[in-house]
């Protein structure tokens, strides 16, 4: 090292690294944490974890419905930190679900999926969906009561997609049912195809970010002074990695991936749950039409998420959170009538006779489907004449109100399904389950 | 109006590049979606043209006078229930819940098959009783040979509801 080495700045490898990552300089304004809560990057450290201890697993995984629930029973009984290489590579998993999920929430909240962050928006709904389906593949590897069920009810899901979909389920498990042919097919997905798909979307996801000027700022903040990259960004974001990876190794050591007996095809368990991140559909099936729940909604969801960008707005409060006073006001009365509207929908659902019963000679796609759907959709809309009524709100605000009554019922239903679901799919408390 | 020589030849140029340029990305879409399909095809099961022991589909269940009339027998090996009606005819109903899957189990004291991923249920004729089941449990054609019920499992047969055809008798 020279005399005039200086702390400040990285060495020329290190530099030549960070630097194809960051830009050299970035506005000071996007160091705060509250701007991003550091979520975009927690998720890619997520995946370079996923990634090393997914390898390390491959190393005493046998992909075949006889030996599958054997090797992971060797790996956490017969070798040293098997079982917690097990553990981290589940926690991170679900971490990275979480992490993707409320990245998402921040860009949609902070308006950053509008032009010149389209693209990013776009390719970060394929990463979502790509992250889902990596973690649904490896949810069967196991092949334990637990994974065997769950996959059954999902991919049984695609049957009610008209015309194609019990073909896309027999190509996904390459079979009529859940077999060998199935874990080989999940095996090659979740160890191949996937993350390869995923680290090419996600170089291209990064260099859109240099390509828009970095992380969203207000317009207030236009002017403020941009400084190094290194050390100010790189010293915070080593914080939040190490940090991260803290809480990583309390989870993995504390809390044991779970594991139940060996898969048996003839009895499902009672009750049979999806994988956690599925349960709000699946609870949304008790309520719904097949049809409803698994086509109609998710359709109107993407296409709604695609055309987002190009709804024409007339303010421009993007990099604020909740974009203004009015829109946070809005927003917490979006987030309690979705919690109430919720709730309610669900303990009246209950409690009501079925209405195929009622009517039986009304077809159930009209009883369990259209009704139910016209009643959530209107009690929306009404509410949110009301909202706009009494916030007079602007467009994004309007669309914020609804991806927040969105987001909370979602997350009201999965919550219903995990947590007051017991035997015979009936609600009770989480204490009696 | 005629154009000058270089005009007409700058045009003629364009045209034939703009063509190009605009076939590109199609026949990039058509390659892109070709090898979708091919990598999709990889995934599904081929035609099994080499089998080292052939097993027959056509089980034997058991003896007619084995089960007694107004009776539920659960099959897990095959999948299946024999159910014996009323009046002493076999229908063979898939375990498989028509809504998603799962496994049901027949509960005596009701009297109807239960789901326990969403509680449907359906009665011994395999028609649903509680939604969100939304038609009947598939069922196997049945054939009574010399005595003995066999139930050929390659055949699941999707039905909306029950009908009299799919019952059969012993002679």
Redesign the interface.
């Known amino acids: 090292m020279t005399s005039n080495a200086d702390t400040t700045k990285p060495s020329v490898n290190l530099n030549n690294l960070i630097l194809h990552l960051h830009p050299r300089r970035i506005k000071a304004p996007t160091l705060r944490f509250t701007v991003t809560f550091g979520l975009g990057g927690m998720a890619a450290l997520l995946v370079v974890i996923q990634v090393f201890t997914g390898l390390l697993l491959k190393f005493h995984y046998e992909p075949s419905p006889d030996n599958a629930y054997n090797s992971i029973l060797n790996l956490q009984q017969g070798l040293l930190f098997g079982q917690l290489a097990r553990n981290l590579h589940h926690w991170s998993a679900v971490l990275l679900l979480w992490t993707t999920f409320l990245h998402m929430l921040r860009v949609l909240f902070t308006g950053a999926y509008r032009k010149p962050r389209h693209m990013n928006w776009f390719f970060g709904i394929v990463l979502l969906m790509l992250v889902i389906l990596s973690n649904f593949t490896g949810y069967l590897l196991p092949w334990d009561q637990l994974s065997y069920?769950a996959v059954?009810?999902s991919?049984?899901?695609l049957d009610y997609i008209p015309f194609i979909g019990s073909s896309i389920r027999?190509?996904?498990l390459?079979?009529k049912e859940v077999d060998a042919?199935s874990l080989t097919?999940f095996f090659n997905l979740h160890t191949g195809v996937i993350p390869v798909l995923m680290v090419v979307l996600m170089g291209y996801h990064f260099w859109r970010i240099r390509k828009a000027g970095g992380v969203i700022v207000a317009d207030k903040d236009k002017d403020e002074p941009m400084i190094d990259t290194y050390p100010h960004l790189v010293a915070r974001e080593l914080v939040v990695a190490l940090v991260l990876i803290a809480i990583l190794f309390l989870l993995g050591s504390l809390f044991d991936a779970p594991l139940r007996e060996r898969a048996n095809?003839?009895?499902?368990?009672?009750?049979?749950k999806a994988p956690w991140y599925f349960m709000g559909l699946?609870e949304l099936?008790?309520h719904f039409?097949?049809f409803f729940a698994v086509v109609i909604f998710p359709v109107i969801l993407l296409l709604a998420g695609f055309w987002l960008p190009y709804i024409k707005l007339t303010d421009n409060n993007q990099g604020i959170w909740f974009l203004s006073e009015n829109g946070k006001r809005a927003g917490i009365y979006a987030f309690l009538a979705g919690l109430v509207m919720t709730i309610l929908f669900i303990l009246v659902s209950d409690v009501l006779p079925?209405?195929?019963?009622l009517l039986p000679f009304i077809p159930?796609?009209i009883t369990?489907g259209f009704i139910p759907f016209l009643v959530a959709a209107g009690g929306i809309f009404l509410f949110l004449k009301y909202l706009h009524g009494k916030f007079s709100l602007n467009r994004s605000e309007y669309i914020q109100c609804v991806i927040i009554i969105l987001v909370v019922s979602y997350t009201v239903l999965s919550f219903t399904g995990i947590l007051f679901r017991g035997?015979?799919?009936?609600l009770m408390w989480p204490w009696q389950l | 109006m005629t154009p000058a020589l270089s005009d007409k030849k700058a045009k003629d140029t364009s045209g034939r590049r703009d063509f190009l340029r605009k076939a590109w990305p199609v026949v990039g879409l058509v390659a892109a979606a070709e090898f979708l399909l091919f990598t999709?095809?990889m995934?599904?099961?081929g035609k099994e043209l080499s089998k080292s022991n052939p097993i027959s589909t056509l089980k034997i269940i058991g003896n007619v006078e084995d089960f007694q009339v107004n009776s539920v027998t659960t099959d897990?090996?095959n999948?299946l229930f024999l159910v014996r009606q009323q009046d002493g005819g076999f229908l063979a109903l898939s375990?498989i819940c028509s809504?998603?899957?799962?496994?049901v189990a027949w509960d005596e004291p009701n009297t109807r098959f239960?789901c326990?991923?969403?509680?449907s249920a359906f009665d011994k004729f395999g028609n649903?009783v509680?939604?969100?089941a939304?038609r009947a449990l598939d069922y196997f054609p049945v054939t009574i040979e010399a005595g003995k019920v066999k139930v050929d499992i390659s055949r699941k047969m999707k039905r909306k509801k029950f009908d009299k055809s799919q019952v059969t008798y012993a002679l």
């Open positions: 069920w059954t009810i991919t049984s899901l027999e190509s996904l390459g079979g042919a097919n095809p003839a009895i499902s368990p009672n009750p049979a699946q099936l008790i039409h097949p079925d209405p195929e019963m159930s796609l369990t035997e015979g799919m009936k | 999709i095809n995934l599904r099961p897990r090996v999948k375990l809504h998603l899957g799962c496994s239960i326990p991923c969403h509680s649903v509680n939604s969100p939304a």
